[in-house]
C-alpha cells in the first residue's frame, strides 16, 4: 500500500490543472467518501479558476440522488456534467471506514469515473487499503491519475 502525501497530491494537481489549461477544459468533481478533496487539492492550485468550474459534494444518498442523478458513480458523473459548465468531470464513491463495510463490499472500497462532455463513462473499482484517511487520499490519487489519462 502506497499511501501519497500530500506533496504528491499536489504535484499531480499542478500537473493535471496545466493539462487542463492546455486542452482548454473545466472541471467538475461529484465527491461522496472524499468530501470535498478532490476540489480542495485542484483549487489550490494557483490559476485554477480557469479550469476548474465547481466541486459538489454529496454525501447522503438523498443528496447524491438529488444532485447527481443517482448513487451510481457512472450516474454521479454524468449528472455533474449536466449540472454544470465543465467539460469532463471525475466522480467518486465508496466505503471509507471505519464502519460501513459488508463482506460484499468491504471498507476501502472505491469506486470512480472519469466522463468528458459527449462521451462515455469510464469507470473503475478500487480496493483500497488502510485507514480512512489512507483510502480517502488513495482515492483522490486515482481520480486525479484517472483525469490525467483522459486528456492524454
Do not use: N
Not at 55 to 79: D, H, P
Not at 94 to 118: F, H, L, N, Q, S
Amino acid at each position: 500500500m502506497i499511501v501519497p502525501t500530500d506533496a504528491e497530491l499536489d504535484a499531480l494537481s499542478q500537473s493535471l490543472g496545466g493539462r487542463l489549461l492546455a486542452a482548454r477544459q473545466m472541471l467538475v468533481t461529484a465527491e461522496s467518501c472524499t468530501g470535498g478533496w478532490i476540489a480542495k487539492c485542484m483549487t489550490d492550485v494557483a490559476g485554477s479558476s480557469a479550469w476548474f468550474d465547481c466541486g459538489m459534494a454529496a454525501y447522503s444518498y438523498e443528496a447524491k440522488q438529488a444532485l447527481l442523478g443517482r448513487e451510481t458513480v457512472v450516474e454521479m458523473v454524468s449528472g455533474a456534467l449536466v449540472h454544470s459548465g465543465a467539460t469532463i468531470a471525475v466522480a467518486v464513491t465508496g466505503i471509507a471506514g471505519p464502519g460501513g463495510g459488508t463482506e460484499d463490499k468491504p471498507v476501502g472500497t472505491v469506486w470512480v469515473a472519469w466522463k468528458r462532455r459527449g462521451g462515455y463513462p469510464r469507470a473503475e473499482v478500487f480496493q483500497f487499503e488502510g485507514d480512512r484517511d489512507a483510502v480517502r487520499r488513495q482515492t483522490v490519487a486515482a481520480a486525479l491519475r484517472g483525469l490525467e489519462h483522459q486528456l492524454a
